[in-house]
């Protein structure tokens, strides 16, 4: 197993346009995070999925994204009609049924121009 | 709502010295975990160290220490014999215990720099 992967590590695209991310996380953990990082800031946390369900989302996940965890396995963010705001990079981590000891991936970039 | 509170954006050290990050956080619950993570300019965030609320033993890991003030809610992060390796972003984190769902939340972060 070689970690959390996040797929692609950078993103630019242009404003109004959709974009899609995917988090494959370790096989043995059945909890999954989304968070996003602006520059200069920490990581704030978007929603969490324990197996396929998506159990919290943060009031930071505008209508514009979407987020899943077909079969509780990999997950994708999708955000819809990209805003300059959106600009950020965006963290998966997944850990085990006890929370503890969360792995991150590498992040994506999203710049939208 | 719980909140974590990093109050120096920057530090530097000198490399075989030690230096100090300092955590604040504001809880009303009694059980939960706090920890620090480092997040080199690669951007993987690493855990470097964590502790629970209800261990009154400050934990350790080789050259990292914390010293955890659970009346002061403080949680600070001492680094012995600094590297250059270790120059990296730091953030404090916490996470409710119990069946929470687990999210952490962040402090803004402390850039620490080592110089040779």
């Known amino acids: 197993d070689t970690g959390v992967s996040q797929d692609p590590r950078h993103k630019i695209t242009k404003r109004g346009q959709n974009v899609t991310f995917r988090c494959d996380p370790i096989?043995?953990?059945?909890?999954l995070y989304w968070y996003r990082q602006t520059l200069g800031q920490g990581p704030e946390f978007l929603t969490y999925?324990?197996?396929?369900?998506?159990?919290?989302k943060s009031r930071l996940l505008s209508d514009r994204f979407s987020a899943e965890r077909p079969k509780g396995s990999f997950s994708t963010l999708e955000i819809q009609r990209t805003e300059q705001g959106d600009s950020a990079m965006y963290l998966c981590?997944?850990?085990?049924?006890?929370?503890?000891?969360?792995?991150f991936g590498s992040g994506t970039r999203l710049t939208v121009v | 709502a719980q909140t974590v509170t990093q109050s120096q954006p920057e530090m530097s050290v000198q490399e075989a010295e030690t230096v100090t990050l300092s955590c604040t956080y504001d809880?009303?619950?009694?059980?939960?975990?706090l920890f620090w993570y480092k997040q080199p300019p690669s951007r993987q965030m690493i855990l470097v160290i964590r502790?629970?609320?209800?261990?009154?033993q400050n934990a350790t890991e080789n050259r990292f220490s914390v010293n955890f003030q659970k009346a002061a809610k403080s949680f600070s992060l001492k680094i012995s014999d600094s590297q250059l390796g270790d120059a990296a972003m730091y953030f404090c984190?916490?996470?409710?215990?119990?069946?929470?769902?687990?999210?952490?939340?962040f402090g803004k972060g402390t850039k620490l720099s080592v110089k040779p």
């Open positions: 981590a997944s850990s085990t049924g006890t929370g503890f000891g969360y792995t």
């Open positions: 096989s043995e953990h059945n909890r």
């Open positions: 999925f324990q197996n396929e369900a998506q159990l919290e």
């Open positions: 809880t009303s619950e009694s059980d939960y975990y």
């Open positions: 502790q629970e609320a209800y261990k009154q």
């Open positions: 984190a916490y996470r409710r215990g119990g069946g929470s769902q687990g999210n952490l939340i």
